[in-house]
C-alpha cells in the first residue's frame, strides 16, 4: 500500500484550484481521491480551465458548488470568495499553469482564483503542469522559487512524454505523489506511521433491566475524534466505543461494546497489539446488584432504592500490560481540575492525562469543541483554549508523539 493509498483525510476541508492545461482531467480524479478519503472539497476553476471540463463535472464530484466568477451574485451568496479560502483547511492548485504560478508570485488578483490565494491562510500547494521548455524557462522557475520562499508547498512535475509530444518535465505529478503531499500538509508528515493505537469512546451503559439503564451523557465525539486524527497521521487504529449515535468512522477496526465489563474484555483482547492506549471512555463506575431479565415492575411502589456494586477501573486493570506502551488518560471533573487529573494521572499509571472541566457549559459531553489542560507526569502542563475536539484530538496527538520518540530514544 503506497503512502496517498493509506491518506486519509476525514472532517478536513481542501479547496482545490484548478487551472486551464490539458491535465485538468487528472483534477476530476483528484476530487474522488480527496472525496474517498473521507474530505469535503471545494473546487474553483478559472475561465480556461472550463474550456477542458465543465464545472458540472466537478460540481458532481465534489458535491460542492464550483468557484467560477468574483462577480456572480449566486456564487458569492452561496460562499463569497472571502469565506471560500477561510473555509479551506488546505488549498491546492493542480493543475497549476505557468500563468497562474505568475500571478500568484506577483500577488495579481484579476479573478476568483488568484484571490483566493491572497486570501487564504491555511497550507497551500501547487502542482505545476506545463510543456517542458515552458517549466525550464527562467521566468517559471523564478516564480517557484518566490512562492516556494514564501512557504507554498510545490509538488513539482513529474518527466516523461507530455500531451503536446515533447518528452521531458511538465506532466502533473502523480496523484498518489499530490495526495502524499496534501497529508503531510494537513497532518506533518504521516508522524504516526507504522503506529496501533487503541482508543476507547463513549459511555457504558449499566442495564436494571430490559428497558433501563445506569449511563452518563458521553457522545463518543471525543474519542472518534482521536481515532480518525490518529489514523489520518498513519496509525492503525482499533476502536472500542460504547453505545454512541455515531456511525463506524471508516478504515477504523470498530468494536462496539455496551457495558464496562464488555469494555474491558474488548481491551484486555486488544491491548496486546497496540502501542498506544487512549482512554477517552467514560465508563460507569457502578452498576446495578440486580440484573433482571424481565421488565421491574411498578406495582404501586412510590420508593425504590437500587443497589449497585463497582464496576472493574479499565485502566487500573490494564495496569500490568502497560510496559512500554503509551497509556493516555482523560479526567471529568468539577472541582479542582488540575490537582485531581493529577492525582489520577499517577494513580493510575498514565504518561498523559487530558482534564475537562465538566461544569463548563461550551465544551465537553456532546459538545463539538473542548477546553481542555494536558497534564505530564514529570509536571508538564498545558492549558489549551476552546477549541474543536478534532483540533484537540491532534494536540493530544502531538504531544503523545514527542513522549513517545523521548521515550525510544531514552530506552
Ligand atoms: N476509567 C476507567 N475505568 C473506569 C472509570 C474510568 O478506565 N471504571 C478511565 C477513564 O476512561 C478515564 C480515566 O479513567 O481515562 C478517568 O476517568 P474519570 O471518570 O475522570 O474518573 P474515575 O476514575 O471514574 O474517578 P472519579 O469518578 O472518582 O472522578
Redesign the pocket.
Known sequence: MTMGEKANFHGRKILLGVTGGISVYKSAELVREFIRRGAEVSVVMTENATRFITPLTMESLSRNPVGLDMFSLTDERTMGHIDRAKWADLFIVAPATANYLAKAACGIADDLLTTISLVARCPVAVAPAMNTNMWSHPTVQDNIRTLEERGVKIIPPGEGELACGDKGKGRLADLDIIIKAAQELLYGACDMSGLSVLV?AGP?RESMDPVRFISNPSSGKMGYAIAEAARGRGAVVTLISGPTSLKDPDGIETIRVVT?EE??AAARDHIEANQWLI???????YRPVKRSTRKTKKDGKKKITLEME?????????ATAKGDRLY??????SESLED??RK?LLS?G?DL??A?DITERDSGFEKDENRATLLGREGYVERFPLMSKLELAHRILDHSSVLWRAAAKNG
Open positions: 476507547t457504558t464496562a469494555m474491558l482512554m477517552t471512555a467514560a465508563v460507569a463506575d463497582s464496576n472493574p477501573d479499565i485502566l487500573m486493570e490494564l493516555v488518560g482523560f479526567a471529568a471533573e485531581n487529573a489520577k493510575k498514565l492525562i487530558v475537562n
